[in-house]
């Protein structure tokens, strides 16, 4: 199993311009988060999904877009990014949106927006 | 309105001593507790967690102990390696259909060799 992909690495961006960070799951896991870490801010919840086709908003929504349109596959978008935006993603995934299941993160991705 | 908040930034421990990593929160909702740990350049992965209706938990060289009344949490090491030099991060989590993690600001661990 690869676990929690994350791609790209890092990414440098234009304010303005738009992108796509994509995650994917092999651990066939319902439950996906996405989440930014700034630094004294310890992680942030962005976007959640329970399953294909239902996503809610977490903590820090705003200026970011999700779907869920399989199991395995849970893409963030910027659709304008802002400066503000700079700061590391992780997206997490766990079997069920239970208290006592372990959430896995992918290694993340460095987005800077100038 | 940090509600998970994790005040000592850093910390340095000679290795083969304990380590104790510290974590007070404010909503008393919080029903279950999870420390993670980080590793540069990666994401973080789960520790040791301990549920509310417990005070103590214990795997190998990691507990995590739980005082409800005061809102705090604290993670024990021992005994402390170097390669437990990370980021460590507290987080909460009120029940609900969700895994709604609240974590901390994290506290950088160094153990000195």
Redesign the interface.
């Given at each position: 199993n690869a676990g929690?992909t994350q791609t790209p690495k890092f990414q440098v961006l234009k304010t303005g311009q738009s992108m796509t960070l994509q995650c994917a799951q092999d651990m066939n896991h319902e439950?996906m988060?996405w989440?930014r870490q700034d630094p004294?801010?310890?992680?942030?919840?962005i976007h959640?999904s329970?399953g294909a086709g239902i996503t809610?908003q977490?903590?820090v929504p705003n200026g970011y877009n999700v779907s869920r349109s399989t199991t395995e596959d849970f893409p963030l978008r910027l659709l304008s990014a802002a400066p503000s935006q700079t700061s590391v993603y992780?997206c997490?995934s766990?079997y069920q949106?239970?208290?006592?299941?372990?959430?896995?993160?992918?290694?993340?991705t460095r987005l800077t927006v100038l | 309105d940090q509600q998970?908040k994790?005040n000592s930034p850093s910390l340095s421990v000679q290795e083969g001593r304990i380590s104790i990593l510290n974590c007070d929160y404010t909503n008393s909702m919080f029903?279950?507790f999870l420390w993670?740990k980080k590793y540069p350049?990666?994401?973080?992965?789960?520790l040791i967690?301990i549920?509310s209706i417990k005070d103590k938990n214990e795997d190998g060289r990691f507990t995590v102990f739980l005082n409800k009344s005061a809102k705090h949490l604290s993670l024990h090491i021992v005994p402390s390696q170097p390669g437990d030099s990370a980021v460590y991060?507290c987080?909460a989590?009120y029940?609900g259909?969700?895994?709604?993690?609240?974590?901390?600001?994290?506290t950088l661990l160094a153990v000195q060799p």
């Open positions: 929690v439950y988060s989440y004294g801010m310890g992680l942030r919840l959640y329970v809610d977490g903590e992780f997490a766990s949106p239970g208290s006592t299941d372990t959430q896995y993160f992918g290694p993340g | 998970v994790q029903d279950y993670y350049a990666e994401g973080p992965t789960f967690s549920s991060f987080a989590l029940g259909a969700t895994n709604k993690l609240i974590f901390g600001t994290g």
